[in-house]
């Protein structure tokens, strides 16, 4: 018996998971995924808002004020990095300006810094702005993380401290006692409280519990483009336009790895599974980008990705709490912002008053430096104990053989090729994994102790080599 | 810091020719860095035959020219690391590699670039569809199947008419695996005519010209590709839409010269080769830095890779004798062509192999070389086509003639 059931690993159930196990309860987190991390927490534009965009009064005014100064904290706390590069809202005309000025009240009434830039020194700060844009809303303290690194250094950390994951198990049924006893395709497990954080899934895993459960959620696709990292001094700092009803608009993203991202448009759709990328998506993030940054003196675009908002109809997050089983649904952007304290806000409002846990005094867990960013010196002294530090699996990003075998069996550990491209960036560069990706496959396979025909790309089931021998077996 | 007099970036064939080469004339203090864990680069995985027909007038498979290279760069025992990662060079020539036993730098006199080209990716040419497993660069799949004995998938569409894509074809439909066509945007294939022939024709894969695909679909796996065929701007025309049942793509839509070592050693690219712009003796825009073989610009057949790597050789050792540097004459390409290599004439050359490649395919065509608005030769050139580079030599007696800057124009008059 556990205390609390975790449903869905993503950003929010990986604050969760971290949260809790600081305290003395017992706790399972289930992800129908064999990765975590692996739908809306990693298909987004990563950027850890300040919170001047959400209305008055709401939960997300309330929890990405609050996530944003904790995420930061989180970041220093586990040595993975925050961009600190700022934003600034843009406009290009006088009812625009209006508009900035009216932004700018209400961040000060919610004490975020900004300030109102001249032409002149908008144009100083970033000399690529387009050239239709007059007056810019500068946000000093807007940053960018890699959500997923914040992810795994979470979930790490939470393994460690013995809360028990089991990836590639999707809860399909409920059943209600005086405990829930929750079912997956493998096994089933009970627990005193659950707690559901399943993304573009909330809705349908809250009717497991509770079947007449009212609320549908509202799927919005938004696109990307991703840049070469030639192009990272193209820009200074995250440029929006003006926010409308469907959301913050395409902008475009400095990252922490050194790419720009242009996007996200937005687009209603059915259907939540399909995060494809469409030619007509593409063209309008293509088009939409020059009405805030200059054309790149090159197109050296190294990939396009999509990511879908669960939004909910109240346009703010649902964290509810019926019977200790607790929704946390609809939560689309700040939510990677906010996820800190939406797990704070959801331990102080239904755990703490159920469970009165014990805080555990806990080590901190702290994956590798990645050698990129060390001196050569340290470098040596790690190849000295290690000769797989020297060698080098990925060229583009600057990574050995180590550092995957590490990844692999960190706390959380990862088994696809493509957990292990957001853990230690092979595949993520510019070759796309085109020199890299059979090495890995040969890494996992050793260290997972399975056949090259086992080797998952990211989900199950998608295994993709077939052995010579095999065709050629007669029988 | 260790010191090198040459350090050669890259062991393919075209680092191997010039490190032999270097060796035969003399230079002792040679050093070659290679980051997989054998010598002979790409060939390794090229299993097919057809290399080394102009140099040994042999059809030879990649592996075999390579082993001949390899072969005879042991018997002159030069110098080399294997799994040995350059990781950056300055601009000064200082050169760091990752290897098992540590990381260091060293200080080079000459640097030879020789790290050949990468693959065009999906992302680079945006084809819009599912993140699924089951897409890869030609290449990529060809190294699981002819280097690791795997197979990446049962019913294979290719996307690209290069050589690679090509042969590819013909590989997969041998190991079993059905290859239900091959697309290429243009209205020309861009493979070498043999291939077309020997790879499609015997084979029965439909060529489609003028197509491009536009959406690749599946859940986890890839499940299907809408094609459509392109008008005359390459813009898909989507009422031609047909779809096909597959669950692999494999992209054979060009390589890109992998210079991301050389801009860190400030080398000026050229936008048009991706190389680095050079002069005569081959040397980069850095004195001390030349480039060979597929980092320089993109080849079709090895012969020509080893006779550049050759070349360099030569060039370096006239580099040690004398670091005069004189004024480059510029050379530009006009009319038809993609591009000319060298981008300068340096007056040192006694003799300069003009390299280009056209950029429509040409029944007939005149190639010109003009200074000063003089015509100093017309030469008439047939069966033009871009998936073949060609080559000029201009002699001492053209050269003379050269002293401002060249124009070499092809047109079809
Ligand atoms: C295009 C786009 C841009 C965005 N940009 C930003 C931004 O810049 N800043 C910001 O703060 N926010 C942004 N967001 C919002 C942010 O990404 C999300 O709010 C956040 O990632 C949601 O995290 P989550 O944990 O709720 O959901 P998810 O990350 O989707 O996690 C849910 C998990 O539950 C699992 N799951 C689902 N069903 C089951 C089941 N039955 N059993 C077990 N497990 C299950 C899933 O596999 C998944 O791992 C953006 C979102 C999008 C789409
Ligand atoms: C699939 C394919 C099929 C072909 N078929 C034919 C054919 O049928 N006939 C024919 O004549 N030609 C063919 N060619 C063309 C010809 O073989 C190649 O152009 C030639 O082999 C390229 O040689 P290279 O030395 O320039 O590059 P490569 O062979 O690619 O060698 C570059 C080497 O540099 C190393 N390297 C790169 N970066 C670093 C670094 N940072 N540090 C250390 N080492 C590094 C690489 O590992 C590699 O070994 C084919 C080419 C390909 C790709």
């Given amino acids: 018996m556990f205390d609390i059931i975790i449903i869905g690993a993503g950003i929010v159930g990986c604050n969760l998971a971290y949260q809790l196990s600081l305290t003395n309860l017992k706790v399972l987190v289930l992800e129908k995924n064999a990765e975590i991390l692996n739908e809306v927490s990693s298909a987004n534009s990563g950027i850890i808002h300040t919170g001047y965009d959400p209305k008055d009064d709401t939960l997300k005014a309330l929890l990405n004020v609050k996530g944003a100064a904790l995420t930061k904290e989180l970041c220093e706390y586990f040595q993975v990095p925050f961009l600190q590069c700022g934003s600034m809202v843009v406009a290009h005309d006088d009812k625009e300006i209006d508009m900035l000025k009216a932004l700018q009240i209400k961040a000060a009434q919610r004490k975020i810094p900004c300030e109102l830039l001249s032409q002149e020194i908008l144009r100083q700060k970033e000399p690529h702005i387009a050239d239709s844009v007059i007056k810019a809303l500068f946000f000093p303290t807007t940053g960018v993380i890699i959500p997923w690194e914040l992810g795994y250094a979470l979930m790490d950390n939470a393994c460690f401290n013995g809360v028990t994951l089991k990836n590639s198990e999707a809860v399909i049924a409920v059943e209600k006692k005086s405990s829930y006893i929750v079912k997956t395709p493998k096994s089933s497990y009970e627990a005193k409280m659950v707690i559901n954080c399943t993304g573009l899934y909330g809705d349908k895993v809250a009717r497991l519990a509770q079947a007449d459960y009212p609320i549908n959620l509202i799927y919005k696709k938004g696109e990307y483009q991703v840049t070469d990292k030639t192009d990272a001094s193209y820009l200074n700092h995250i440029l929006f336009p003006l926010p409308t009803e469907k959301g913050k608009g395409v902008l475009a993203v400095k990252t922490v790895e050194g790419n720009l991202l242009f996007g996200p448009n937005s687009n209603i759709v059915e259907d939540p599974t399909h995060q494809d990328t469409t030619s007509i998506g593409l063209a309008e993030v293509n088009s939409r980008i020059h009405e805030i940054i200059k054309p790149l003196p090159q197109n050296r675009m190294i990939r396009q990705f999509a990511g879908i908002r669960p939004g909910s109809p109240t346009k703010d997050f649902i964290i509810e709490n019926h019977e200790k089983w607790v929704n946390v649904i609809g939560i689309d952007s700040p939510g990677l912002a906010s996820s800190p304290a939406i797990a704070q806000y959801v331990i102080e409002q239904f755990v703490q008053p159920e469970f009165h846990p014990e805080t555990l005094n806990r080590e901190l867990y702290i994956h590798p430096k990645p050698l990129l960013l060390m001196s050569l010196d340290e470098r040596n002294a790690l190849i000295k104990t290690n000769p797989n530090y020297g060698k080098i699996v990925c060229l583009c990003e600057d990574v050995s053989t180590q550092e995957v075998i590490n990844a692999i069996h960190s706390p959380c550990s990862t088994r696809s090729i493509k957990g292990i491209k957001r853990r230690v960036r092979p595949g993520s560069g510019r070759c796309q994994g085109g020199f890299c990706e059979s090495k890995i496959v040969d890494i996992l396979s050793k260290e997972l102790n399975i056949p090259k025909q086992q080797v998952l790309y990211d989900n199950d089931n998608t295994s993709f080599l077939t052995p010579m021998e095999d065709l050629y077996e007669t029988k | 810091m260790k010191q090198n007099k040459v350090i050669i970036i890259g062991g393919g064939s075209a680092g191997l020719a010039c490190a032999i080469a270097l060796r035969e004339k003399g230079i002792q203090d040679i050093l070659l860095l290679e980051k997989e864990n054998e010598l002979g680069g790409i060939l390794n995985q090229c299993i097919h035959n ?290 000319v290599l060298p981008q300068s004439i340096n007056p040192k050359s006694d003799t300069v192999l003009l390299k280009y490649r056209v950029s429509k395919p040409m029944t007939k065509g005149f190639l010109r070389i003009i200074c000063n608005d003089q015509v100093l030769l017309k030469i008439p050139k047939v069966d033009l086509h871009p998936s073949e580079m060609q080559s000029f030599n201009l002699t001492k007696v053209i050269l003379d003639k050269i002293n401002s800057n060249v124009i070499v124009e092809l047109s079809d008059e």
């Fill in chain 2, 50 to 339: 057809g290399f080394g027909l102009h140099m040994y007038k042999k059809e030879y498979t990649g592996p075999m020219y390579a082993q001949h290279h390899i072969d005879r760069f042991m018997e002159l025992q030069i110098p080399y690391i294997i799994d040995a990662t350059v990781l950056d060079i300055s601009e000064d020539k200082i050169v760091t590699v990752s290897e098992p036993k540590g990381i260091y730098s060293i200080q080079a006199e000459v640097i030879v670039l020789a790290m050949g080209a990468r693959e065009r990716t999906r992302g680079n040419i945006q084809i819009p569809g599912d993140r699924c497993v089951g897409v890869w660069t030609a290449g990529n799949a060809q190294k699981y199947l002819n280097m690791d004995g795997y197979l990446v998938g049962k019913r294979i569409f290719i996307l690209g008419s290069g050589d690679i894509g090509l042969i590819m074809a013909r590989r997969l439909s041998l190991a079993k695996a059905k290859v239900v066509g091959v697309a290429e945007i243009m209205p020309y294939s861009n493979g070498l005519t043999r291939n077309i022939v020997q790879c499609l024709h015997d084979f029965d894969i439909p060529l489609y010209l003028s197509h491009t695909i536009t959406q690749i679909k599946g859940d986890g796996r890839v499940e299907g590709i809408t094609l459509c065929q392109v008008d005359e701007n390459r813009q898909p025309m989507f009422e031609t839409a047909k779809h096909f049942g597959v669950d692999t793509v494999l992209l054979s839509v060009g390589l890109i010269p992998d210079n991301v070592l050389s801009e860190k050693a400030k080398v000026s690219l050229d936008l048009k080769t991706k190389g680095p712009l050079v002069d005569s003796e081959l040397m980069t825009s850095t004195p001390g830095i030349f480039a060979c073989g597929n980092v320089l610009h993109i080849h079709d057949l090895v012969d020509h890779v080893s006779m550049e790597g050759i070349l360099v050789a030569s060039s370096i050792i006239k580099y040690f004798e004398d670091q005069d540097s004189l004024d480059l004459i510029p050379v530009k390409s006009k009319g038809f062509l993609n591009y």
